[in-house]
């Protein structure tokens, strides 16, 4: 069975700082690994995803995330906080090929000031 | 191109009572799936269409819900009779087969169940 792991519900930085969002997995074959995140009232919006190619991965909105096989993790990052970044982020992530029924984390809450 | 789509966006109901909930996905989209968030847990999967047909329904918690997809478009989950644990915000998404090695799932607002 595979899980996920999100160290933070909470996560809160200054406008221009460094965000860093931290997920583990756990999986028995080689995963699919995804970011979404969710504003106010709405779905959730992908950010990126891992899908076995490189193992630096950008997405939307200067966000990245890193896939290391030796740690389980794929950590999302991003240089500089804005204040629209403000939301919560899942990490997910899949085994199946073709089509992926996604096991979510817990959710973190980025909290961004001025 | 309209996204995903659910109605209602909240509803609060009393125990015992029934609700339907309603998930249009995007245009063309075979894979649709139900996914559930209990306050204060992680998104759960429910269940997987691929056109009509239930593909995998693992994640359904019980008999009491029912998962329908007529024709292959809009999907309906109704939750009979509704019980206090069935609170929380259900999820609809959709996604087409040959993206790559797995699909994008596209996801809606999400309907907010209260049971009260």
């Known amino acids: 069975a595979q899980s996920v792991t999100q160290l933070g519900s909470h996560v809160s930085v200054s406008e221009g700082a460094l965000v860093l969002l931290r997920c583990n997995y756990s999986?028995?074959?080689?995963?699919?690994l995804f970011w979404y995140v969710q504003y106010p009232n709405q779905g959730l919006q992908l950010l990126l995803k891992?899908?076995?190619?490189?193992?630096l991965v950008k997405g939307i909105n200067g966000f990245e995330a890193e896939f290391k096989k030796s740690e389980t993790s794929f950590h999302l990052t991003k240089p500089s906080a804005h204040m629209s970044d403000a939301a919560e982020y899942f990490c997910?992530?899949?085994?199946?090929?073709?089509?992926?029924?996604?096991?979510f984390g817990k959710g973190t809450m980025l909290l961004v000031s001025p | 191109e309209a996204g995903v789509t659910q109605f209602p966006s909240h509803s609060v109901i009393e125990k015992g009572q029934t609700v339907t909930l309603r998930c249009d996905p995007i245009?063309?989209?075979?894979?649709l799936y139900w996914y559930r968030r209990v306050m204060g847990k992680e998104i759960k999967f429910l269940l997987h269409?691929?056109?009509?047909?239930?593909?995998?329904e693992s994640g359904m918690p019980n008999n009491r819900f029912l998962a329908e997809r007529t024709g292959g478009t809009y999907s309906t989950l109704k939750v009979q009779p509704a019980e206090l644990e069935d609170s929380g915000v259900y999820f609809c998404?959709?996604?087409?087969?040959?993206?790559?090695?797995?699909?994008?799932?596209?996801f809606g607002p999400g309907t907010r169940l209260t049971v009260l």
């Open positions: 998404a959709s996604s087409q087969p040959g993206e790559g090695p797995t699909d994008t799932q596209y």
């Open positions: 999986s028995s074959v080689p995963p699919y």
């Open positions: 891992y899908t076995s190619a490189a193992t």
């Open positions: 997910a992530v899949s085994d199946t090929p073709g089509y992926s029924t996604l096991t």
């Open positions: 245009s063309g989209h075979d894979n």
């Open positions: 269409f691929v056109k009509e047909s239930k593909q995998d």
